[in-house]
T-cell receptor
Framework: DAKTTQPPSMDCAEGRAANLPCNHS???????VYWYRQIHSQGPQYIIH???NNETNEMASLIITEDRKSSTLILPHATLRDTAVYYC???????????FGKGTSLLVTP | DAGVTQSPTHLIKTRGQHVTLRCSPI?????VSWYQQVLGQGPQFIFQ???????GRGNFPDRFSARQFPNYSSELNVNALLLGDSALYLC????????????????FGEGSWLTVV
């Protein structure tokens, strides 16, 4: 699986959009980009995933660059409950082990 | 529908003892995987089981073992516990183990906190 690079920490004001970047410059053509988040002391929660196209669901939007070397997770209106560690993972569809890395610790402030 | 359930949620063991952690996957999911998360680190892959067979193993010693039952539930066993085994143990399930295209996302339980003293 391709290595991903994320900033260790970010801040966001409540009600504003949180844009979390991820670099995956060595991603291969059949690797998906998955995002999970982990609120303190809980299990990781699936957020969204994509291959080439931008994706949106009730939780977030995923923007993948045309060359697929980077992506951005967007939480459109961050709340205090979005404070968590966010993990960006590049993985093959036929793979079975997720490589979480260290993620980005997002702090949403009032 | 119930998500991935794990038991116990917290336990304390003494060095040298063994521990068994249990996991029930989401209904209909046939694949179960186990992860270890040490404080301050991301989860690390331990095992993957599908249709009761081990399909993948991470870089963990032989003290770690697991199995999957006919109802797709799973157990993780750790023998000869060390202080360094203190961690959050996560179980995850998915519908299939391969071809993780849309619909086959991996979902995690809340984990079992193991403290070794």
């Amino acid at each position: 699986d391709a290595k991903t690079t994320q900033p260790p920490s970010m801040d966001c004001a409540e009600g504003r959009a949180a844009n979390l970047p991820c670099n995956h410059s060595t991603i291969s053509g059949n690797e998906y980009v998955y995002w999970y988040r982990q609120i303190h002391s809980q299990g990781p929660q699936y957020i969204i995933h994509g291959l080439k196209n931008n994706e949106t669901n009730e939780m977030a939007s995923l923007i993948i660059t045309e060359d697929r070397k980077s992506s951005t997770l967007i939480l459109p209106h961050a709340t205090l409950r979005d404070t968590a560690v966010y993990y960006c993972i590049a993985t093959h569809a036929t793979g079975y082990a997720l490589n979480f890395g260290k993620g980005t610790s997002l702090l949403v402030t009032p | 529908d119930a998500g991935v359930t794990q038991s116990p949620t917290h336990l304390i063991k003494t060095r040298g003892q063994h521990v068994t952690l249990r996991c029930s996957p989401i209904s209909g999911h046939k694949s179960v995987s186990w992860y270890q998360q040490v404080l301050g680190q991301g989860p690390q892959f331990i095992f993957q089981y599908y249709e009761k067979e081990e399909r993948g193993r991470g870089n963990f010693p032989d003290r770690f073992s697991a199995r999957q039952f006919p109802n797709y539930s799973s157990e993780l066993n750790v023998n000869a516990l060390l202080l360094g085994d203190s961690a959050l143990y996560l179980c995850a399930s998915s519908f299939v183990v391969i071809d993780r295209a849309d619909g086959n996302t991996i979902y995690f339980g809340e984990g079992s906190w193991l403290t070794v003293v």
